[in-house]
């Protein structure tokens, strides 16, 4: 059984700076792709940035040079560093854990809002 513990969303205000973490069980983590994505209500949920196994990483356009991603392959965590925030980043932000094609297994999400 796979099992997702996501934490570090929040209110902060615009410029502000948030740490997301996810930590998974259940699975071999080391293998795994693991993304964030996110989902404004209203919108589709959008790629926020993935970090494959061979430590490539791919960012939503709206994030580049703002957010990072790492991971601790021993802690079976990924994190999300998220820099220069703005309202329009406020989401609820989502963990994903991917292997080849077919296998994803998704967190329970965690609410980001940037507000003044």
């Known amino acids: 059984q796979v099992q997702f513990v996501e934490s570090g969303g929040g209110l902060v205000q615009p410029g502000g700076s948030l740490r997301l973490s996810c930590t998974v069980s259940?699975?071999?983590?080391?293998?795994?792709?693991m993304g964030w994505y996110r989902q404004a209500p209203g919108k589709q949920r959008e790629l926020v940035v993935m970090h494959t196994v061979g430590s490539s990483t791919d960012y939503g356009d709206s994030v580049k040079g703002r957010f990072a991603i790492s991971r601790d392959n021993a802690k079976s965590t990924v994190y999300l560093q998220m820099n220069g925030l703005k309202p329009e980043d406020t989401a609820v932000y989502y963990c994903?854990?991917?292997?080849?094609?077919?296998?994803?297994?998704w967190g329970q999400g965690t609410q980001v809002t940037v507000s003044s």
């Open positions: 994903k854990a991917q292997l080849g094609l077919n296998e994803n297994h």
């Open positions: 259940g699975i071999m983590f080391q293998y795994y792709t």
